[in-house]
């Protein structure tokens, strides 16, 4: 059994959809529109959608129904993979387990892509809708704490990559996973996330985030390549072992299949 002391870093993605409620209840006070109709009015009058697509509702309005974690130890190999709250998806345990791991695990760094831009904000505005307290991660005590943007205690890979927001990483999570020859993106995307819940298909949003997560462990990987806290080849072969650890559990979750009938090998060369 995995000691608590054993994991360092915290490897974690979010699903969401909007509340039309509460977008009905502060944006169009007053007018008494349904969840849905708030929705659909939103879409109609947002300027910067795109043709095609639905307008994307802010994080302010947005409820997690996917929290995907990874526990990851000192040496950077996978100790842990699970979708918080299964098989219910209930998102004030969710976003509970997912502070308490937090706090729980003292010595662990969060990693994430696009976190601090979205997943972290998310996860603390629903802390702050269902009263849930995580002192490590809230408290002001900590001048280098998680909450400043340069620190160790977080990494978001994003702005690591993209020298905190100097240029715009065009393909994002997706083109990098690509690029190390893991899935990415396998038919499903963040857009097609209020489709699903709609339908009830919690279960294939929660697996769609388990794969953003390995993706993100992967990347992350990789990243530790380029700082030299991890050679090469050791890098590879933490790529190779994780691959045998995900084909074991793959009888207790099923998500896993469709990972690895994708996972691909690293090719380097360029136009391949």
Not at 30 to 54: M, T
Not at 109 to 136: Q, T, Y
Not at 164 to 169: H, P, T
């Amino acid at each position: 059994m995995t000691k608590v002391g054993e994991t360092a870093y915290i490897v974690y993605d979010t699903e969401s959809v909007a509340d039309g409620a509460l977008l009905s209840r502060v944006k169009y006070a007053g007018e008494e529109l349904s969840p849905a109709d708030a929705l659909a009015r939103f879409d109609e009058e947002s300027p910067s959608k795109k043709p095609g697509q639905s307008a994307f509702v802010p994080v302010t309005f947005q409820v997690p129904v996917g929290i995907g974690v990874a526990r990851v130890d000192s040496n950077f190999r996978l100790l842990d993979l699970v979708a918080l709250d299964a098989p219910e998806f209930r998102p004030a345990e969710m976003v509970k387990a997912f502070w308490k791991g937090v706090e729980v695990y003292t010595s662990a760094s969060l990693v994430d892509f696009n976190g601090r831009g979205f997943d972290l904000p998310l996860l603390s505005l629903s802390a702050f809708r269902f009263g849930i307290s995580c002192p490590r991660y809230f408290s002001d005590s900590d001048r280098w704490g998680f909450r400043y943007r340069f620190t160790a205690k977080h990494i978001d890979l994003m702005e690591w990559l993209t020298e905190y927001g100097a240029f715009r990483l065009n393909g994002g999570l997706n083109l990098l996973a690509k690029v190390l020859g893991k899935p990415g993106k396998m038919g499903t995307s963040g857009g097609d996330v209020a489709e699903l819940y709609a339908a009830g298909k919690v279960q294939e949003i929660n697996d769609y985030c388990l794969h953003d997560v390995l993706d993100t462990y992967f990347v992350f990987l990789r990243t530790r390549v380029l700082t030299g806290d991890l050679p090469l080849e050791d890098e590879q072969r933490l790529v190779a072992d994780a691959k045998e650890w995900l084909a074991a559990r793959v009888e207790t979750t099923p998500a896993l299949a469709q990972y690895l009938e994708n996972f691909g090998a690293w090719e380097a060369e360029p136009f391949v």
